[in-house]
C-alpha cells in the first residue's frame, strides 16, 4: 500500500532519483502541451488558446479520480498524502500577485524552466526575474509576516470544508471541468487564430 | 528541421495528471517548481553571505543543505525531460516568445518584471500553478483552490493593460 517512501519501502536516496525521473515525465509533458511558449501561455488570458486550462484541469481531474480510486482499492493511505495547507488570506494575495506576474511575465515557475532549456530567451530572464523576486520576498519577510500566516486554517480540504463527502466535489470539479473544456473549444472557434 | 504540432491538450493533460498520481503514489507528493527555485536562490546567498541567510528567518527555513532536496531533483528533471520534448519536435531555438506589436528588449523588460512579480507571490501563496494550483487541486486543497481562482483572476484582470506585448 501506498504511498510507498512514507510506507518506509525505500530511502531518501532512491527518493531523489524518483524525483529525478518524475521531474522528466512533468517537464516532458509540459513542453509537448506548448508549455515553453509564454506566448501560447498568455493568449489563455485573451480566450484566444485555451491550452493552460484544459491541460491544467484534465491532469487535475486525472490524478484526482486517480487518488480516489486508488483509496478504495485500498491501494493507498489518503492520511499520508501531503495536503498543501491552507492560508485564505495568503494565499488570495498571492495568488492575485502571482496572476499579474503571469500576465505580465508570460510564464510560471515550472513552465519558464521549460521554456529556458528550450532556448526561449524569455524564460531565462523571467527565472532570473522570479529568483530576484523571491529573494526580495525573503528580505521584506519581517514586515509582512502577518499577512504570510494570515488566514491560517491547517490542512483543510475541500470536502471538510464543505461538510461534502469527496466523491461528490470530485463529481462537481469533474462536472465544471467538462463545462470548461466545451465553453473552451467554442471560444477558441471565436477568438482564437489559425494555428498560433 | 521543421517543428511538429503540439500534442493534444487532453493528452497532454492526462499525461501530467498520471506523472502526478505516480509522485502521490509513490512519494506521498504532488509536484513543485517554485520551492526549488527558493532553495536555488538561498544556496547562492549561502555563498555570500552564510550568517545573512541563518539571521533572516524566512531564509533560514531553507539554510540547511538547500539543494539537498526532492524539488531540487525534481525540477532537474524537468530541465531534462523539457529539453528532450523540445529536441524529439524540433522546437529548440534561441527566440524571444512574444507578439507582434512589441520589441525584443521591451518584452525582457517584461519578462524580468514578470518574474519578479511572480517570484514574490509563490513565496507569498507558499506555491505556484505546480506545487499549490495543480498539486493542491487534485488533493482538494482548499487553499490550493482559493489560489487558483485568484490566479486566473489576477491574470485576466492584467490581461487587458498589457495586450501590446502578446496580441
Redesign the interface.
Known amino acids: 500500500m501506498?504511498?510507498?517512501?512514507?510506507m518506509g519501502f525505500f530511502s531518501e536516496q532512491t527518493?531523489?532519483?524518483?524525483?529525478?525521473?518524475?521531474?522528466?515525465?512533468?517537464?516532458?509533458?509540459?513542453?509537448?502541451?506548448?508549455f515553453?511558449?509564454?506566448?501560447?501561455l498568455?493568449?489563455?488570458?485573451?480566450f484566444?488558446d485555451m491550452?493552460v486550462l484544459?491541460?491544467?484541469?484534465?491532469?487535475?481531474?486525472?490524478?484526482?479520480i486517480?487518488?480516489l480510486y486508488?483509496s478504495l482499492f485500498g491501494?493507498?493511505d489518503l492520511s499520508?498524502?501531503?495536503?498543501?495547507?491552507?492560508?485564505?488570506w495568503?494565499?488570495?494575495?498571492?495568488?492575485?500577485?502571482?496572476?499579474?506576474?503571469?500576465?505580465?511575465?508570460?510564464?510560471?515557475?515550472?513552465?519558464?524552466?521549460?521554456?529556458a532549456?528550450?532556448?526561449?530567451?524569455?524564460?531565462m530572464?523571467?527565472?532570473?526575474?522570479?529568483?530576484?523576486?523571491?529573494?526580495?520576498?525573503?528580505?521584506i519577510?519581517?514586515l509582512?509576516?502577518n499577512?504570510?500566516t494570515a488566514g491560517a486554517?491547517g490542512?483543510?480540504?475541500?470536502?471538510?470544508?464543505f461538510n461534502i463527502s469527496?466523491g461528490i466535489?470530485?463529481f462537481i470539479i469533474l462536472f465544471a471541468a467538462v463545462g470548461m473544456?466545451v465553453g473552451g473549444e467554442w471560444l477558441e472557434k471565436k477568438f482564437g487564430e489559425e494555428?498560433a | 528541421m521543421k517543428e511538429s504540432k503540439f500534442m493534444s491538450p487532453y493528452v497532454a493533460g492526462v499525461g501530467l495528471g498520471l506523472t502526478m498520481l505516480a509522485a502521490f503514489m509513490l512519494m506521498g507528493r504532488g509536484l513543485g517548481a517554485s520551492g526549488a527555485m527558493m532553495r536555488f536562490d538561498v544556496w547562492l546567498l549561502n555563498m555570500f553571505a552564510s550568517t545573512h541567510t541563518a539571521s533572516n528567518a524566512y531564509f533560514a527555513k531553507y539554510a540547511a543543505n538547500p539543494l539537498s532536496n526532492w524539488l531540487v531533483f525534481e525540477i532537474i528533471g524537468v530541465m531534462i525531460g523539457g529539453f528532450l520534448s523540445g529536441a524529439l519536435a524540433g522546437r529548440l531555438k534561441f527566440v524571444i516568445g512574444k507578439g507582434p506589436r512589441i520589441s525584443n528588449r521591451n518584452r525582457l523588460y517584461f519578462a524580468l518584471g514578470g518574474g519578479i512579480i511572480m517570484g514574490m507571490g509563490a513565496r507569498l501563496a507558499r506555491g505556484c500553478t505546480s506545487g499549490l494550483a495543480l498539486t493542491g487541486g487534485a488533493t482538494l486543497s482548499l487553499g490550493g483552490w482559493v489560489f487558483m481562482l485568484c490566479v486566473f483572476a489576477g491574470a485576466y484582470a492584467t490581461a487587458w493593460f498589457v495586450r501590446k506585448q502578446w496580441i
Open positions: 501506498g504511498p510507498f517512501y512514507k527518493g531523489f532519483v524518483i524525483a529525478l525521473l518524475t521531474g522528466v515525465a512533468f517537464g516532458f509533458w509540459l513542453e509537448r502541451a506548448g515553453g511558449q509564454s506566448r501560447k498568455a493568449l489563455q488570458f485573451y484566444r491550452t484544459k491541460v491544467m484541469f484534465t491532469a487535475i481531474v486525472t490524478a484526482m486517480g487518488l486508488f491501494w493507498i499520508l498524502i501531503y495536503i498543501n495547507p491552507t492560508f485564505l495568503a494565499q488570495i494575495i498571492g495568488g492575485l500577485v502571482l496572476g499579474i506576474g503571469f500576465a505580465i511575465g508570460g510564464y510560471c515557475p515550472g513552465t519558464s524552466v521549460v521554456g532549456v528550450t532556448g526561449r530567451i524569455d524564460g530572464i523571467f527565472i532570473l526575474g522570479a529568483l530576484l523576486g523571491m529573494f526580495v520576498f525573503g528580505e519577510f519581517p509582512i509576516e499577512l504570510y486554517m490542512n483543510i480540504t475541500l470536502p471538510e470544508y469527496s466535489i470530485a473544456f494555428e
